[in-house]
């Protein structure tokens, strides 16, 4: 269970759709068995042995497969998979004369009687604008879908030999989400605010090959149960290419 709560915590500690609080149930009715259940957003991707998988220690399969779903309440499981209501929404962004456009795909549980519906999809939104400052040029716009799936990210990471410095500011207020520095031969240090989502980090202990922190979506988790959704990461050295 403990694991499972962590994963909960992770995906939101809510019902997607009804936002029943997990944490709320626990402290009433201390178990959220039977409660809440992880919705494969696209049924072609579940994990062929999905329940061994999430039974198992929090690794990086496991928090693979949990991306794939959003977390709902039983009963609203039950009402999205009975009206079975595909849905496709496109966002479009436009920031100093760039454009960028994204269309998300999920499901809609439709309320008939308060004639609303909600939107669910696993999917994360990656038409957020940024501003990536490369050595000491001035911070160039970018959205995060050029930084992550376009690699301009981790292109300017790999050539830091040869930039000195790489920072990702915030868009609206230009604080710094992430940052990179070389510091002699093929060594770098790197500071992350959790909430930056564009990166995705598996941090292993010095002399052991056991993750202990996994950040991803703009969450950190930790191998011993907590869920970190504010604060700075800090690697004082790092080898390039590892």
Known sequence: MANRRQLYEYKGDQCAHCQLSVREMVERYQTVDRMF???HVDPKEKHP?????IRRVISNEQLDEVDKCVLLCRRCHGIL???AHDGRVQFTVDVEGRSATQTIDGHVIADMKERRAKFLSNERLLVIPYLLQVGTEDPQLYFGRELENDGVLMSNLRNIQEIGTLRVLAYRDSSVLFGAEHIGGDRIR???????PVLTSTLIGEGSNSPFIWIRNGVALTKDGKVIQNGTVQIN???LGT
Request: charged share 20%.
């Open 190 to 196: 790197m500071t992350m605010n959790v909430a930056f």
């Open 37 to 39: 259940e992880f919705h």
């Open 81 to 83: 998979h009975a009206q």
């Open 237 to 239: 050295e790092a080898t």
């Open 49 to 53: 042995e999905y329940t061994k998988l």
